[in-house]
């Protein structure tokens, strides 16, 4: 079962396009974080989005947290080819009977951007 | 910036043997965890661990996994009887407090397990 499923799974595009990457899950979560993960390296993060229809923004990036926490957005302005990287979301599950997050984070599957110059 | 530190970058090891990934947290972070991601695979949640216990695993984290907090700094995952399978990227994390306050988790950049 794919607790969190990212689209799309490859998305390759000119340089100076804008793009939006998704993240869907039927579960709700307390938090939920971006990461980029370059080869041979390990995820690094890009920000956390806590509260729900949160918005938040790096730079040229626009992050969304869905109204009811269970789905995210990325959006890209103007991508640049310093872009390209695997994008990963990662979230910790909320439970009800203790009103937070579990410990663990859920993978989302990635998606690989390309962006030509 | 403060990072966590995973050695080595590379371990190669023959089937069945033992094997320690060893990882140095953030100074001031409380708690550590263990991911893998297998080649082409997402990645997948093993175990957490807070003062100086296990809190949370996965159903991967049999008995050949286990983890210690050594020292102050050093956070390890030792794999004791290693199988092919286990070959995959593992990757050390740390946060500042609680995964409940909604703390985010930063990684090492991995230690590749090759098992022959």
């Known amino acids: 079962t794919q607790l969190l499923e990212q689209s799309p799974q490859f998305l390759s595009i000119q340089e100076g396009e804008n793009l939006t990457v998704y993240c869907n899950s039927s579960?709700?979560?307390?938090?939920l974080q971006w990461y980029r993960q370059e080869p041979g390296e390990g995820p690094v993060l890009l920000v956390t989005?806590?509260?729900?229809?949160e918005v938040k923004k790096l730079k040229r990036l626009t992050f969304q947290f869905g109204d009811a926490r269970k789905d995210s957005s990325l959006h890209i302005t103007a991508a640049q080819p310093g872009d390209t990287g695997l994008y990963l979301c990662?979230?910790?599950?909320?439970?009800?009977?203790?009103?937070?997050?579990?410990?663990?984070?859920?993978f989302g599957t990635g998606t690989r951007l390309t962006i030509i110059p | 910036e403060p990072e966590v530190t995973q050695t080595p970058s590379h371990q190669v090891t023959q089937m069945g043997q033992e094997v320690i990934l060893r990882c140095v947290p953030i100074?001031?972070?409380?708690?550590f965890y263990w991911y893998r991601q297998i080649l082409g695979q997402k990645v997948e949640f093993l175990v957490s661990?807070?003062?100086?216990?296990?809190?949370?695993k996965s159903e991967i984290f049999d008995d050949q996994f286990s983890v210690e907090r050594p020292d102050g700094s050093n956070f390890t995952l030792k794999i004791r009887s290693t199988k092919l399978e286990d070959s995959a990227m593992y990757f050390c994390?740390?946060?500042?407090?609680?995964?409940?306050?909604?703390?985010?988790?930063?990684f090492g950049d991995g230690t590749r397990l090759s098992i022959l």
């Open positions: 661990f807070y003062n100086n216990e296990i809190s949370e």
């Open positions: 994390a740390s946060s500042e407090w609680a995964p409940y306050s909604n703390q985010p988790q930063h």
């Open positions: 989005v806590v509260t729900g229809g």
């Open positions: 100074s001031n972070h409380l708690y």
């Open positions: 990662a979230g910790d599950m909320y439970s009800p009977s203790t009103n937070f997050g579990n410990e663990k984070l859920t």
């Open positions: 579960s709700v979560f307390s938090s």
